[in-house]
């Protein structure tokens, strides 16, 4: 059965330092997703994305996040100065239409 | 406001006992919900989505809109049951909310 897939699965970055986290959705899947986790909190939306464009965003999501799907399979979460308070765990998703799968997250920890 | 409301953070049962996994949802619109389930370090798996009733692993859950509650219920608990659960609302603006999660843990 095909699975969302991410990596890596450990990141550790010092604070005000760039990092791609990376997904590899379910291939027939046309929505895709970002939700975070920290630690000892519930699962929090970030970001979905359609037809090449973000279709919804938190307020979490300010300007130091982007996405991007480059070429096709990979679907991409960029934080372009990480701050302490962003260390957590990040979760991709894809879905057909209302059901979203998700893949086994990334462990972010910023320093 | 869209909110997922888990009371339970620990539900703790024995083997065969029966099991309730309360979620109550805050939403104007027609909601879709969910059932996701975390086995130790594991993904989030979908468990049940109200639009299916179906039953996955002996679970059940009905949508009940007069008590805006979405409960997962199992009438004999196995062990292997021991997980995360979080009820999930999908507004139909393509994202869920969820809840903060029960802790279910089955004892022999």
């Known amino acids: 059965e095909p699975e969302v897939t991410q990596t890596p699965s450990h990141q550790v970055t010092q604070m005000g330092q760039e990092v791609i986290l990376r997904c590899v959705p379910i291939?027939?899947?046309?929505?895709f997703y970002w939700y975070r986790q920290i630690l000892g909190q519930k699962v929090e939306f970030l970001v979905s994305f359609y037809n090449n464009e973000i279709s919804e965003k938190s307020e979490i999501f300010d300007d130091q996040f982007s996405v991007e799907r480059p070429d096709g399979s990979n679907f991409t979460l960029k934080i372009r100065s990480t701050k302490l308070e962003d260390s957590a765990m990040y979760f991709c998703?894809?879905?057909?239409?209302?059901?979203?799968?998700f893949g086994p997250g990334t462990r972010l920890l910023v320093l | 406001a869209q909110r997922v409301t888990q009371p339970e953070k620990l539900l703790s049962v024995f083997k065969g006992a029966p099991v309730e996994l309360k979620c109550n949802y805050s939403?104007?619109?027609?909601?879709?919900l969910f059932w996701y389930v975390q086995y130790s370090r594991q993904r989030l798996q979908l468990l049940l989505r109200h639009i299916s009733r179906e039953s996955i692993k002996g679970f059940t859950a009905d949508l009940n809109k007069g008590e805006t509650s979405f409960h997962l219920k199992k009438p004999f608990a196995q062990e292997e049951d021991s997980a995360m659960y979080y009820c999930?609302?999908?507004?139909?603006?393509?994202?869920?909310?969820f809840g903060t999660g029960t802790r279910l843990l089955v004892s022999p």
């Open positions: 291939s027939n899947h046309l929505y």
């Open positions: 999930a609302l999908n507004t139909g603006f393509q994202k869920l909310v």
């Open positions: 998703a894809s879905g057909q239409k209302e059901t979203q799968y």
């Open positions: 939403y104007s619109g027609s909601p879709e």
